[in-house]
């Protein structure tokens, strides 16, 4: 297993060199600028078409639908587990790359969902279909499907063996035995390793859910996400909230901490001032596109499906995901954990997140630790349902819109939630970051040659809005 971790680590620092992160970067900068700083501009906006759906639009599920499916997906361990390692691996500054990057990737996902829809396709079944596989394939041109399906095996690669599954129910069985039975007292061994009753018995409750759930498919997912979602964004937003406003004082301290590690000038782990840097931009960075997926191309996949006839204000909708994920909520989590020291402390995983609420909640110890659980159980499980969705559309693009096909991966989906439990963190979580990667690559090239596109269907859509041409 350390031969395999070590090997894993290994692919991951190449995946997420400077390459790619630069790529990101430079595609979230270049979009914004040929949008003119939209996500600035036309953030209210935004925000008000999230809450209001379009009344003749055409398609399966309501805009807010969609963006609940994709937060679903979007908001779940990275934005408790994925942020705390992040602090951990590359100081506090990381917290500060983390927002950089999900500045740009506001531009970033507008131009995603503005494509997925413009792009979309029905199938035989009368099903829509979209995402980067269908905008690359029908933008950029029939020569350009290998890129397509390039990016849809890494989609099923990430759905199966990354983010949509082992990191999740990973990280709902590791809060959960850090409550029930933190000294690990109550173990079998399983696969050759100790695991405690409490590891066994969540993993195996949630494979049971989420098996009752995936089979209905992308209408059951969307309803269960349009209750669960707003509901466990605002109760967890607001436990954050408590903490920083019950240690006002000290939030000076901790922003001064974030931007000296950002820029080095408070080196960890006696590096020099450049390696600092690159550290806590690329875990800042990596961790951002794993919590908000800005730039991964899996927000559109739940995009195309919005009852919309308009691309641009999609792009809107679709865009406001990642505000509410980093700006808003992975913000809450990195403070409160600067905040309380718990990155420098030698945790792990949760425990860092854990510790922070245990610090900075007016609660008992028990009470904070069973509120971080409910939160990271609930925000872990939505991810899990909204990545099945993806990961099918993935399989649709590469197989076809086959039934038998599609109830297959279904069950080999919920294998995959069940053994998750069992594999150690830091291999799941680096395997995850690999898959999210190879993802990206083919997406931010497809969003670098479309981004005219894009900047040509946006300029007609606010003309349209503001002479009252179009639905407001």
Same mark, same amino acid.
Request: overall charge neutral; glycine content about 12%.
């Given at each position: /297993? ?31 600028? +040929?949008?003119?700083?939209? *996500? ?12 209001? &759906? ?5 398609? @399966? ?32 500054? =990381? ?5 950089? =990057? =999900? ?34 394939? &029908? ?21 199966? /063996? ?5 990191? *999740? ?5 590791? =809060?959960?035995? &850090? ?15 100790? *695991? ?10 949630? #494979?049971?859910?989420? $098996? ?17 979602? %707003? ?35 408070? %080196? ?23 919590? &908000? ?8 996949? $739940? ?9 641009? +204000? *999609?792009?809107?909708? #679709? ?12 913000? /809450? ?14 945790? @792990? ?32 499980? #939505? ?26 991966? +279904? ?14 963190? @830091? ?11 190879? /993802?990206?690559? %083919? ?30």
């Amino acid at each position: /297993m350390d031969k395999f971790n070590d090997i894993i680590s290994e692919i991951d620092s190449y995946v997420w060199g400077i390459p790619l992160i630069v790529l990101i970067i430079v595609g979230g900068i270049l979009l914004t600028v +040929r949008l003119g700083f939209l *996500q600035v501009r036309k953030l209210g906006k935004a925000l008000k078409f999230m809450v209001k &759906n379009e009344e003749s639009g055409s398609g @399966e599920v309501s805009s807010f639908s969609a963006l609940c499916t994709a937060l679903s997906a979007t908001v779940g361990t990275g934005n408790i587990v994925g942020v705390a390692t992040a602090v951990a691996a590359g100081g506090a500054g =990381a917290l500060f790359w983390m927002e950089v =990057a =999900a500045f740009f990737g506001m531009a970033t996902k507008y131009a995603e969902g503005l494509l997925a829809v413009k792009y979309r396709v029905k199938d035989e079944n009368g099903d829509i279909l979209g995402g980067p596989f269908y905008y690359i394939e &029908n933008g950029l041109g029939k020569r350009w499907k290998w890129l397509g399906k390039t990016f849809a095996v890494f989609g099923l690669g990430a759905g199966l /063996m990354g983010i949509g599954t082992i990191t *999740q129910i990973n990280g709902i069985t590791s =809060a959960a035995n &850090n409550f029930f039975d933190p000294k690990s007292a109550h173990t079998v061994t399983i696969f050759g390793m100790e *695991q405690t009753w409490t590891t066994i018995i969540a993993g195996a409750l949630i #494979t049971l859910l989420v $098996a009752l759930i995936v089979i209905g498919g992308i209408k059951r997912i969307a309803r269960i996400s349009e209750i669960i979602v %707003p509901a466990m964004i605002v109760a967890y937003v607001s436990c954050c909230l408590i903490i920083i406003f019950c240690h006002v004082s000290e939030i000076p301290t901790a922003v001064a901490e974030i931007v000296k590690g950002a820029f080095g000038l408070r %080196p960890i782990a006696g590096g020099a001032v450049g390696s600092v840097i690159m550290l806590s931009m690329r875990n800042g960075v990596a961790r951002g596109i794993f919590s &908000n997926e800005a730039g991964l191309g899996s927000a559109p996949i $739940a995009a195309a499906a919005a009852k919309t006839n308009e691309p641009a +204000r *999609q792009g809107l909708v #679709t865009m406001t995901g990642t505000f509410i994920d980093t700006i808003l909520v992975c913000t /809450m989590t990195g403070l409160s954990i600067v905040m309380a020291g718990s990155h420098e402390k030698g945790l @792990e995983g949760v425990s860092i997140t854990t510790d922070a609420f245990n610090y900075g909640l007016p609660f008992p110890e028990r009470v904070s630790s069973f509120i971080l659980m409910a939160c990271l159980a609930v925000f872990a499980f #939505t991810t899990i349902l909204g990545w099945n969705y993806y990961s099918e559309r993935c399989l649709s693009y590469l197989t076809g819109s086959k039934k038998k096909v599609t109830i297959a991966y +279904r069950w080999l989906y919920i294998l995959a939630v069940f053994i998750g439990p069992y594999l150690t963190v @830091e291999a799941v979580w680096n395997l995850a970051d690999i898959f999210n990667g190879l /993802m990206a690559l %083919p997406n931010i090239i497809a969003l670098i040659c479309l981004s005219g596109v894009v900047a040509a269907e946006t300029k007609d859509y606010l003309g349209r809005l503001k002479a009252g041409k179009a639905e407001d």
